[in-house]
């Protein structure tokens, strides 16, 4: 399938690996422009060293923190002065902490709010004026599956996330007369240090080896195996792509078939 993505401009954050980096390589594998970002200097440089050998994709670095809002304006502000139009962004965090109720106070609430929702609000308000000048555009936000079926231990993520989902079909509607469309992928299981790091914490509370954690898992998962990057990749840059043009609001699931719900 032709994506009809060959010299647009994308912004992916949080994409010097994981998820983000896995949709970042196939926008860049199909002769997009591709802008990532993330907090490290050294990790995003070499992300996008390691893109460019492999598709010969302009690849544009940056260093930006989800977190902070002066970060985000910049590096808009970066992108929109180095290639004068964003046809797509990646809206994507690192998430929050796991734990219970109890554990959490309000400055863990606010961090998270600030992390997760937040982020999302800043990084879209902020392109929509270049969008709207180029004749409109694609936002994807990515979440989790716990924006359907709430994971336990991760409540912050659960409630934040949903919030994300909520702004996303919210802002389909709002965004279409500008040709604009916003939609949400979100991941089941996909094998990444996200999921590592989950996994290693549920052994660590079960007093069980990490393999067996991540074998338990793999057994209610229909397809019986992780996900990887690759696969979650391709199915963002569909959604980014003008391939996906009569697509909007929607929230797709790339989870192996592990979710019970119908919607």
Known sequence: ????????????????????????????????????????KTDI????????KETGATIHASVFNAYNAESIKNWITEVETAFERIDGLVVNAGGPPPGNFD??????????????????????????????????????????????????????SNVFRSGVTSL?????????????????????RIDTDRVKSLDKNMAEKAGVAVAEIKQRNETTIPLGRYGDIEEFGK??????????????????????GIMKTVW
């Open 103 to 156: 554990d959490f106070t309000d400055e863990d609430w606010q961090s998270a709010f600030n992390l997760t929702l937040m982020s999302a609000v800043r990084l879209i308000r902020g392109v929509l004026p270049v969008m709207r000048t180029g004749g409109g555009g694609s936002i994807l936000t990515i979440t989790s599956m716990s924006v359907k079926e709430p994971i336990n231990r991760l409540l912050l």
């Open 45 to 52: 440089e070499k992300a996008a060293e390691s893109l460019r």
């Open 235 to 256: 199915a963002g840059a569909f959604l980014l792509s003008p391939a996906a043009s009569y697509i909007t609001g929607v929230s797709l699931a790339v989870d192996g």
């Open 168 to 188: 996303v079909k919210s802002l389909s509607n709002e965004l279409a007369k500008d040709n604009i469309r916003v939609n949400n992928l979100f991941p089941g």
């Open 1 to 40: 399938m032709d994506l009809q993505i060959e010299g647009k401009v994308f912004m992916v954050a949080a994409s010097s690996k994981g998820l983000g980096f896995g949709i970042a390589r196939e926008l860049a594998k199909n002769g997009a422009t591709v802008c990532i970002a993330s907090r490290t």
